[in-house]
């Protein structure tokens, strides 16, 4: 059976979504370590998936366990040495 998607917003919005000029940046911390960064995502680093901070560097997160990316299996620390 078909799903209704229901969108209510408490007040009609003042421009499209699509709209960035009245954007606000919003810090998001690091989900595995917390730090105090703009964001983070995933990236593909050598056919590992490794979290990173969304900063100038984009640099990687020093807790998080990185990711086989083909089968998001993790990836114990003396198998990234080897690999590095």
Known sequence: ???????SHPAP?????????????VP???MSCGASVSGWGWMKVD????????TEDRERCPVAVP????????VSASVEAVAA
């Open 28 to 30: 998001s911390p690091c």
């Open 67 to 74: 990711f086989v990316w083909e089968t998001g299996k993790p």
């Open 47 to 54: 056919g590992l998936g490794v979290l990173v901070h969304d």
């Open 1 to 7: 059976m078909p799903a209704t998607l229901v969108v």
């Open 13 to 25: 919005l003042s421009a499209p979504l699509s709209r960035t000029e009245v954007a606000e940046g």
